[in-house]
């Protein structure tokens, strides 16, 4: 737009400037001021010339409006869509901070909840259970539903399974192929 504007303005510039010649000319035809026939037939040339320059700078002129309309056109709809674009961001950052605090209300939920049941674990487990799950992508513990762990989705042959069966029920037992601790369950498979 500020290239097309900037033409403009230098075509314009152009064609008063011929303009301006064309008229001082004929002026000076007209008043007799040139009275050699030969400097007259120059300038009737001249004239005709700058009859050609002007219809030719208008012609560029009316190309580049053209242009700069089309431009003006594209512009438009770029900042229409621009405006679209920051309507939708607003509405999904506005969604995002909603969910933000809806999951934040259920950590302290959960949190809350947690509490009192972590207050009866020993410390050394609590503080495994931690470290694990710092370094599990927030998943210290898995339960084993169906020979499976959980955590790593793998299947636990039969001697794990034994010795995870035969183990007692107060006894930390962790998947060998991804250290988290097993919940065992009725769903288990023991």
């Not at 700078?57 to 621009?82: G, N, Y």
């Not at 049941?117 to 799950?133: G, S, T, V, W």
Request: proline residues 2%.
């Amino acid at each position: 737009m500020d290239d097309l504007t900037v033409e403009q303005k230098k075509i314009d510039r152009d064609v008063e400037q011929v303009k301006a010649r064309r008229v001082r000319d004929r002026d000076r035809m007209d008043r007799g001021l040139i009275t050699n026939p030969k400097d007259l037939e120059r300038m009737q040339h001249e004239l005709v010339s700058l009859e050609r320059r002007i219809t030719s700078l208008e012609d560029e002129e009316l190309e580049v409006m053209e242009r700069l309309e089309e431009a003006q056109q594209a512009l438009d709809s770029l900042l229409e869509q621009i405006g679209a674009a920051d309507e939708q961001l607003a509405a999904l950052a506005e969604a995002r901070d909603r969910q933000v605090l809806e999951i934040e209300e259920e950590l302290a939920r959960l949190d809350a909840e947690r509490q009192p049941a972590a207050a009866d674990i020993p410390a050394d487990l609590m503080a495994l259970y931690d470290r694990l799950r710092q370094h599990k992508g927030g998943v210290g513990a898995a339960a084993l539903r169906a020979r499976e762990c959980g955590g790593c989705r793998l299947s636990l042959d039969n001697a794990e399974l034994a010795v995870i069966g035969k183990a007692p029920s107060d006894e930390v037992i962790r998947c060998e192929e991804c250290q988290r601790i097993l919940v065992r369950t009725h769903e288990s498979g023991l």
